[in-house]
């Protein structure tokens, strides 16, 4: 009995091991690079049915056309001259921002009342209301992607009013031009919209980690723990909050192949609370990686992702599985590949380090 008890658990050891082999490696060149793909753009009715709960969108009879609004924006950088003063006027308007969320963020739309300043911040995953309160730098992310919602760099109107955060704006979609890749080109769908969120309901952090709600379930986060993968740390500090981190050979490839790319802005890493790299792997080794800059990672399938990163277009590419050498134990080759194209590394293992080398790509 015992005998059969052990080999039953071989038999499943090494079927697990199998399962692993073909999650992180892989011997096919073309197989599993991770090609940038354009989402379909939503329609109208799409955008509404997708919607979140808390949105509440109201048809306005009058209000800033998208048209209006972007070309008026889109003469900030028509030339260089333009283009300085435009960002130095940015600077010295959102200095306070700036000082405390470490340019984390694009900005409009400053209101300040009281002793509370607020205003519309974007970044690589969609729209945060922003807010000075005491000193104290909060943002609160809004579930809203610039994939579908456009927000009028031009309010008309306070954009915290009566215990919403209001804000005019469009439907849109992103559509791709030929000669430019990685651009993102916006037109839109429907106009004159407000759209509007109570403040409860962005605000709202029942763990109170550090995170609204509409973040946590945004990306898959627990609003209900403060420390989702259970590792012993707060989802607020924790730079891989979705995985337990590890440390070995092959966390550590992936580690300092992201390392590398994170260039100038790994100085203020620590205290860029609200950036995060987006990636979609089902890869072990990858999902246990712990770096200077924070990640959230999904799963490739798009039926276990958070319905958001479903239908928005959050991710910019990612690195492949890994291909071994036949002729070399120690080298192995991966390749990162993101909307601009993509680059194969050759890695070295040597003396318990790391050496890459770029030994092909393609540029789109």
């Not at 900005?107 to 309160?133: D, F, M, P, R």
């Not at 709202?204 to 259970?230: A, H, R, V």
């Not at 990686?289 to 039926?303: G, P, S, W, Y």
Request: proline letters at 2%.
């Amino acid at each position: 009995m015992r005998y059969f008890f052990f080999l039953l658990l071989a038999v499943f050891c090494f079927s697990c091991s199998k399962s692993f082999e073909e999650r992180c490696f892989v011997n096919d060149d073309n197989k599993d690079v991770m090609t940038y793909q354009e989402q379909k753009p939503y329609t109208a009715l799409e955008i509404v049915q997708n919607k979140p709960q808390y949105l509440k969108i109201v048809n306005l009879k009058k209000f800033r056309s998208f048209k209006k609004d972007s070309t008026d924006y889109s003469k900030n950088f028509q030339t260089y001259q333009a283009n300085k003063k435009f960002l130095n006027d940015q600077k010295i308007l959102f200095s306070d921002f700036d000082e405390k969320l470490f340019e984390q963020f694009r900005y409009s739309s400053q209101q300040i009342s009281g002793q509370v300043s607020y205003a519309l911040g974007e970044n690589g995953l969609g729209y945060w209301l922003l807010e000075i309160k005491n000193n104290n730098p909060r943002a609160y992310f809004l579930g809203l992607s610039y994939n579908h919602y456009y927000f009028n760099k031009v309010q008309e109107d306070l954009i915290v009013k009566n215990g919403f955060l209001q804000f005019e704006g469009s439907f849109v979609k992103i559509e791709k031009v030929p000669g430019l890749s990685g651009y993102k080109h916006f037109s839109v769908i429907e106009d004159g919209k407000l759209f509007k969120i109570k403040l409860d309901d962005i605000i709202k952090d029942s763990d109170q980690d550090g995170f609204n709600d509409i973040f946590e379930n945004s990306f898959g986060l627990n609003p209900n723990s403060k420390d989702t993968d259970e590792d012993g740390i707060d989802d607020f500090s924790d730079h891989n909050p979705l995985f337990k981190s590890e440390k070995n050979k092959f966390t550590t490839l992936y580690e300092d192949l992201i390392s590398q790319s994170l260039g100038g802005i790994k100085e203020n890493l620590h205290k860029m609370n609200y950036f995060f790299l987006p990636y979609k792997t089902d890869c072990d080794y990858f999902q246990k990686i712990n770096i200077e800059a924070k990640v959230l990672i999904f799963d490739t399938n798009k039926e276990k992702q958070p319905s958001y990163v479903r239908i928005t277009d959050v991710f910019d590419g990612g690195f492949s599985k890994i291909k071994r050498n036949n002729n070399n134990p120690n080298i192995f080759y991966v390749t990162d590949s993101g909307n601009a194209g993509s680059v194969i590394y050759e890695a070295e293992y040597k003396n318990g380090k790391w050496f890459f080398r770029n030994v092909g790509g393609i540029n789109i």
